[in-house]
Nanobody
Framework: QLQFVESGGGSVQFGGSLKLSCAASGTTLDYLAVGWFRQAPGKEREGVSCINASGRSANYADSVKGRFTISKDNAKNTVYLQMNNLSPDDTGIYYC????????????????????WGRGTQVTVSS
């Protein structure tokens, strides 16, 4: 059974960086697309980024374009999210899940087609 474990969260100051990891177990990620999502207190979950099975194409939410980079290491069965120039608006719990990530298609943003959600990792950015 596929399971994800997120890690790498923490507390940083405005402008800082963090690198999140999403480690999969139970199956190989070779043929699976993975997405990162986040949820801030009092807000709905929102899509951050997703990457296709090969790792060759990715989508980003407008709010993180140019600051976040998603990558996939199939040999390590892990997906990463490098987050730079963080702001308080990036604060939240970050989750990963598997689903459909078609380049240029915005359907992934809601996360409704994603499953096998991890428990998340907390990211806190202070001003």
């Amino acid at each position: 059974q596929l399971q994800f474990v997120e890690s790498g969260g923490g507390s940083v100051q405005f402008g800082g960086s963090l690198k999140l990891s999403c480690a999969a177990s139970g199956t190989t990620l070779d043929y699976l697309a993975v997405g990162w999502f986040r949820q801030a207190p009092g807000k709905e979950r929102e899509g951050v980024s997703c990457i296709n099975a090969s790792g060759r194409s990715a989508n980003y939410a407008d709010s993180v374009k140019g600051r976040f980079t998603i990558s996939k290491d199939n040999a390590k069965n892990t997906v990463y999210l490098q987050m730079n120039n963080l702001s308080p608006d990036d604060t939240g719990i970050y989750y990963c899940a598997m689903g459909i990530c078609a380049y240029g298609n915005a359907n992934w943003l809601s996360g409704s087609e994603f499953r096998a959600w991890g428990r998340g990792t907390q990211v806190t950015v202070s001003s």
